[in-house]
């Protein structure tokens, strides 16, 4: 009974020991190398066990990780949270229990592949729900999260997840594998290694020898090795941070005080003669129909500063709302309107309403409309100058279009979406949100992390728009190049701009925007390979 509860404890130990390293990998903590070990003690703990045994331990698992994760979800939901954790855990559950079918020699490539494909379920099925993806811990770490140009976020965690199980297979065979079997394990490994290695060069060729944009960085942009590239074009863009409380969001008493804040900081940005404005999503504080006197209000002060502005309102349509950005040209008139095409489910609308409509006394829940067209807005070079006075370059120069879309709320996290822009023509990307809902925690940095991918994926640059942080200028390389701060160096919770050139140029899609998920077939195939190779070895031992 002693001996037992002791094997009990230890494997309670190495699930919670995995559930923290992965935790600790992701923000706030950042310390992305944990992940690249963080299954390993789960590895062991599951290790020739049943398979009933393998999907509870694992599921423990996910039930810490996710607690950990999203703990900030309480701020909205206390009931939903723990509903939500309790499935998203599930996928922890049924990596463990299919893992154990498999023996060791083809484990290197088919976990990873089961834990990809997983991963991709969870983010389709119900709507889905990718957030905190294994690749995603890997945001800060510049060479490795290139590869997402070819095979998008999936291929960055199926890496960390190889690593995993390299590092487990050797610590493994160290002590319990001896002979020419252990000499054919380490063959395997040596074959895993040399895939990370060319993932790290492939990096390092991206990063240093063959950049796909000039970027800016604390002072002129660098030109020169991309020159070659194709015209380029610089823009500059103004992103406002208004820093609006969610109590303060939707009170009556609070318009006159919300519209003051954009429009200050609107004209302090404006100083630095931006082409572009941008306000975050559903700054407007009203739908916009029924007070249509704030929204000409607006219009009155995109006239007085001569600059387009993009920014995020609620409207209405046929008794219908939607979710939705709007461009006002320099003249004060509505150019382009985008309504979101992906919406939040259980929080801008109720799925199967009428059998679920008691889900309303649960979380807060709106009541939107998804947009149904890809949108692209054209900001025009030189809006507000007359093509007769200007010379025949710079007018060449004024009849070019910049062309972008923009992603709201958690949009980015949904890789096709973006990508589906990019083909349309978009050639950057902008994410206007709201994550006041969270208050001061993680949730605002684990979403930049989705934003990040989109930008290496489709190698276009992304300009984020928050309520309350994080706004700010992400690289086509991944890198954030600037975000909103104070003085102390915050980024959320507090308000202000920031005005940053990004350059503009004439590029390929990348393998991703123009193939998509094609790696998620070839996980597949790996799974069924293993599957096979397997299946033939229990059956010769039969």
Same mark, same amino acid.
């Given at each position: 009974?002693?001996?037992?509860?002791?094997?009990?404890?230890?494997?309670?130990?190495?699930?919670?020991?995995?559930?923290?390293?992965?935790?600790?990998?992701?923000?706030?903590?950042?310390?992305?190398?944990?992940?690249?070990?963080?299954?390993?003690?789960?590895?062991?703990?599951?290790?020739?066990?049943?398979?009933?045994?393998?999907?509870? $331990?694992? !599921? &423990?698992? @996910?039930?810490? +990780?996710?607690?950990?994760?999203?703990?900030? =979800?309480?701020?909205?939901?206390? *009931?939903?949270?723990?509903?939500?954790?309790?499935?998203?855990?599930?996928?922890?559950?049924?990596?463990?229990?299919?893992?154990?079918?498999?023996?060791?020699?083809?484990?290197?490539?088919?976990?990873?592949?089961?834990?990809?494909? $997983?991963? !991709? &379920?969870? @983010?389709?099925? +119900?709507?889905?729900?990718?957030?905190?993806? =294994?690749?995603?811990?890997?945001? *800060?770490?510049?060479?490795?999260?290139?590869?997402?140009?070819?095979?998008?976020?999936?291929?960055?965690?199926?890496?960390?997840?190889?690593?995993?199980?390299?590092?487990?297979?050797?610590?493994?065979?160290?002590?319990?594998?001896?002979?020419?079997?252990?000499?054919?394990?380490?063959?395997?490994?040596?074959?895993?290694?040399? =895939?990370?290695?060319?993932?790290?060069?492939?990096?390092?060729?991206?990063?240093?020898?063959?950049?796909?944009?000039?970027?800016?960085?604390?002072?002129?942009?660098?030109?020169?090795?991309?020159?070659?590239?194709?015209?380029?074009?610089?823009?500059?863009?103004?992103?406002?941070?208004?820093?609006?409380?969610?109590?303060?969001?939707?009170?009556?008493?609070?318009?006159?005080?919300?519209?003051?804040?954009?429009?200050?900081?609107?004209?302090?940005?404006?100083?630095?003669?931006?082409?572009?404005?941008?306000?975050?999503?559903?700054?407007?504080?009203?739908?916009?129909?029924?007070?249509?006197?704030?929204?000409?209000?607006?219009?009155?002060?995109?006239?007085?500063?001569?600059?387009?502005?993009?920014?995020?309102?609620?409207?209405?349509?046929?008794?219908?709302?939607?979710?939705?950005?709007?461009?006002?040209?320099?003249?004060?008139?509505?150019?382009?309107?985008?309504?979101?095409?992906?919406?939040?489910?259980?929080?801008?609308?109720?799925?199967?309403?009428?059998?679920?409509?008691?889900?309303?006394?649960?979380?807060?829940?709106?009541?939107?409309?998804?947009?149904?067209?890809?949108?692209?807005?054209?900001?025009?070079?030189?809006?507000?100058?007359?093509?007769?006075?200007?010379?025949?370059?710079?007018?060449?120069?004024?009849?070019?279009?910049?062309?972008?879309?923009?992603?709201?709320?958690?949009?980015?996290?949904?890789?096709?979406?973006?990508?589906?822009?990019?083909?349309?023509?978009?050639?950057?990307?902008?994410?206007?949100?709201?994550?006041?809902?969270?208050?001061?925690?993680?949730?605002?940095?684990?979403?930049?992390?989705?934003?990040?991918?989109?930008?290496?994926?489709?190698?276009?640059?992304?300009?984020?728009?928050?309520?309350?942080?994080?706004?700010?200028?992400?690289?086509?390389?991944?890198?954030?190049?600037?975000?909103?701060?104070?003085?102390?160096?915050?980024?959320?919770?507090?308000?202000?701009?920031?005005?940053?050139?990004?350059?503009?140029?004439?590029?390929?899609?990348?393998?991703?925007?123009?193939?998509?998920?094609?790696?998620?077939?070839?996980?597949?195939?790996?799974?069924?390979?293993?599957?096979?190779?397997?299946?033939?070895?229990?059956?010769?031992?039969?």
């Amino acid at each position: 009974m002693v001996h037992g509860s002791w094997f009990m404890a230890k494997e309670l130990f190495l699930c919670m020991l995995s559930a923290i390293l992965l935790i600790i990998s992701f923000p706030n903590f950042n310390l992305w190398i944990l992940a690249w070990v963080g299954f390993v003690p789960l590895f062991f703990a599951i290790e020739n066990k049943s398979k009933a045994r393998a999907f509870f $331990l694992s !599921y &423990i698992t @996910g039930i810490i +990780f996710w607690t950990g994760t999203i703990y900030w =979800l309480i701020h909205v939901t206390l *009931l939903g949270q723990i509903l939500l954790i309790l499935y998203l855990a599930l996928y922890f559950g049924i990596f463990g229990y299919l893992i154990s079918f498999f023996s060791i020699r083809y484990t290197l490539y088919a976990i990873p592949s089961i834990w990809v494909l $997983l991963e !991709y &379920i969870r @983010g389709h099925l +119900f709507t889905g729900f990718p957030w905190a993806l =294994l690749g995603y811990s890997q945001y *800060l770490n510049l060479p490795i999260i290139q590869i997402a140009d070819i095979a998008g976020a999936w291929g960055v965690s199926f890496l960390v997840m190889m690593v995993n199980v390299i590092i487990k297979e050797i610590i493994g065979s160290r002590f319990k594998v001896q002979g020419s079997r252990q000499k054919r394990n380490y063959k395997f490994l040596f074959v895993a290694c040399g =895939l990370w290695l060319m993932a790290c060069g492939y990096g390092v060729y991206k990063l240093y020898l063959l950049p796909v944009y000039p970027e800016r960085s604390r002072g002129a942009p660098c030109l020169s090795r991309a020159k070659s590239r194709g015209a380029l074009r610089p823009i500059k863009i103004s992103v406002i941070q208004g820093n609006i409380p969610q109590e303060l969001k939707w009170n009556p008493g609070a318009k006159d005080f919300i519209m003051n804040k954009y429009f200050t900081l609107t004209r302090q940005a404006v100083e630095g003669k931006p082409d572009l404005i941008i306000w975050p999503e559903a700054a407007l504080p009203v739908v916009l129909e029924e007070e249509p006197i704030f929204f000409e209000r607006v219009e009155d002060l995109v006239k007085g500063v001569r600059t387009p502005l993009l920014l995020g309102a609620v409207n209405t349509s046929n008794n219908l709302y939607y979710n939705s950005a709007l461009l006002i040209s320099p003249e004060g008139e509505l150019l382009t309107r985008y309504d979101k095409l992906h919406l939040v489910p259980f929080g801008e609308y109720i799925p199967l309403r009428k059998i679920l409509r008691f889900l309303e006394t649960v979380v807060p829940i709106g009541d939107f409309t998804a947009g149904k067209e890809y949108t692209i807005f054209a900001l025009p070079r030189y809006p507000v100058t007359p093509l007769s006075r200007l010379n025949a370059q710079t007018r060449k120069r004024a009849n070019a279009q910049t062309n972008f879309s923009a992603l709201i709320c958690f949009e980015d996290l949904f890789p096709q979406i973006s990508r589906e822009f990019v083909k349309k023509g978009a050639n950057f990307l902008v994410n206007i949100t709201n994550d006041a809902w969270f208050s001061k925690t993680s949730s605002p940095y684990q979403h930049l992390q989705a934003s990040v991918f989109r930008a290496v994926e489709n190698r276009v640059n992304l300009v984020r728009a928050a309520n309350t942080g994080i706004s700010g200028f992400i690289a086509p390389s991944g890198k954030i190049i600037f975000l909103v701060q104070d003085e102390k160096g915050k980024n959320i919770f507090i308000d202000g701009y920031k005005t940053q050139e990004i350059i503009i140029s004439k590029r390929p899609l990348s393998f991703y925007t123009r193939y998509g998920d094609v790696f998620i077939v070839a996980c597949f195939l790996f799974l069924l390979y293993g599957i096979m190779r397997n299946f033939k070895k229990h059956k010769s031992q039969s």
